[in-house]
């Protein structure tokens, strides 16, 4: 194959087919990755701020190219993936593989590929003169609620090395994202009274009242949906909420002395996810346990929160929008109902918008690609940066 969209004639391809390579699921390490990228970055002189989790098994990496002393674009990626297991790949998830103009494997579009675009062009930001820093951050532990980024934050606070805009590529097909919802979950353990069924009033079924407890939730999210409030421009108009795992119970005939479930808001910029979460303790609060207590004095539930990440809200005139609208040839603004580390630097202060490689679409699916196409776009995007913040054309 001779045409231009041959995959080998793209740096970023290569470098995304080594970024794939590192299985990076968030429940495993990623240090084999960070210390790749550490390497590979050294021959450029980059300054190299890495933050650990407590255990010291995964790791967030902050470089600083160019020139010191002042803020400059950070371009930030998370390096983990999502699970491959119980989801029907029909090649190793770990080893891309390209056809018909698509590149495979787990994290091409979540969201290894702008991350392999960013460091593919290391070498030409820095052969033709950075004027102001570019700064890379990547994360670890997103796919589980966000938890890593924060830490590199904190850590840039500390040492003073704030960005002046960042540009997050969580999959959006190259258009400018500039709000999503915030996310928030919480874990409600339902605490009953074991019994033999056949004497079921005498026992506190954890079971059926947290089944109570989630149609309750059901119910709120129907009214957001019927009622609003709405904003046309998010794909998903209105504020959800959703249950995505229970577990309780162990017979059929023993009444479960304990359920669990988790549960989510994914709020709208304005709506304010503890009103909600107020309202469904109130619920529980007035509602089921009297009834629960008036069998067994110590049932009852408890709610603990799991995660919680803000909504991003970045305005529209913000520079970095104008910036990011520009590098990608694209008028649009959009909003998304997915969560993305954004929020977290824009809470920080940081003009932040959303641009990157890929559909949502493919992400955390078996057979997940990113098209080359899109990789094409991203490598543009990157090389019209390079024309505005290094010296030679
Ligand atoms: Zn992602």
């Known amino acids: 194959m001779t045409d231009s969209r041959n995959a080998s004639l793209f740096p970023s391809v290569e470098m995304l087919r080594r970024l794939v390579a590192f299985p990076t699921v968030s429940r495993d390490s990623n240090l084999e990755l960070i210390q790749f990228v550490r390497d590979y970055l050294k021959p450029h002189d980059a300054d190299v701020r890495l933050t650990h989790d407590d255990g010291k098994r995964k790791a967030n990496l902050f470089a600083t190219l160019g020139p010191r002393g002042e803020p400059g674009i950070a371009l930030s990626g998370h390096t983990d993936v999502v699970p491959v297991e119980g989801q029907a790949w029909d090649t190793d998830p770990f080893t891309m593989v390209e056809k018909d103009g698509r590149l495979y494997g787990r994290g091409t579009s979540d969201m290894k590929g702008f991350i392999a675009c960013v460091l593919a062009l290391v070498p030409e930001f820095m052969e033709r003169g950075l004027k102001s820093p570019l700064h890379i951050a990547l994360s670890y532990d997103e796919e589980v609620g966000c938890l890593g980024v924060g830490r590199m934050i904190s850590d840039l606070r500390l040492a003073g090395v704030g960005p002046r805009a960042c540009i997050v590529g969580e999959p959006t097909e190259m258009r400018p994202v500039i709000a999503h919802k915030g996310k928030t979950g919480y874990r409600c353990t339902v605490r009953g009274l074991a019994g033999h069924s056949a004497y079921a009033p005498r026992g506190v079924n954890a079971v059926e009242y947290a089944a109570e407890a989630v149609a309750l939730l059901k119910n709120l999210a129907r009214r957001h949906r019927d009622q609003g409030p709405y904003d046309r421009a998010f794909d998903v108009a209105h504020t959800t909420i959703h249950t995505g795992v229970i577990r309780g119970g162990t017979a059929l005939n023993v009444i479960p002395h304990e359920c669990t479930f988790d549960f989510e808001f994914r709020c709208l910029p304005g709506d304010d996810p503890?009103?909600?979460?107020?309202?469904?303790?109130?619920?529980?609060?007035?509602?089921?346990?009297?009834?629960?207590?008036?069998?067994?004095?110590?049932?009852?539930?408890?709610?603990?929160?799991?995660?919680?990440?803000?909504?991003?809200?970045?305005?529209?005139?913000?520079?970095?929008?104008?910036?990011?609208?520009?590098?990608?040839?694209?008028?649009?603004?959009?909003?998304?109902?997915?969560?993305?580390?954004?929020?977290?630097?824009?809470?920080?202060?940081?003009?932040?918008?959303?641009?990157?490689?890929?559909?949502?679409?493919?992400?955390?699916?078996?057979?997940?690609?990113?098209?080359?196409?899109?990789?094409?776009?991203?490598?543009?995007?990157?090389?019209?940066?390079?024309?505005?913040?290094?010296?030679?054309?």
């Open 274 to 393: 503890d009103r909600l979460l107020h309202e469904f303790r109130d619920y529980v609060r007035t509602r089921l346990e009297p009834e629960m207590r008036a069998v067994h004095a110590a049932a009852g539930f408890i709610i603990e929160p799991l995660s919680a990440n803000p909504v991003l809200d970045t305005r529209p005139e913000a520079e970095v929008v104008a910036l990011a609208q520009e590098l990608s040839g694209s008028s649009e603004i959009g909003k998304v109902s997915f969560g993305t580390e954004a929020s977290q630097f824009h809470e920080a202060g940081i003009p932040t918008v959303v641009c990157g490689p890929g559909s949502i679409l493919q992400a955390h699916k078996p057979n997940e690609y990113v098209e080359l196409d899109q990789i094409m776009r991203c490598e543009a995007f990157l090389r019209r940066l390079a024309d505005r913040i290094c010296e030679k054309a």
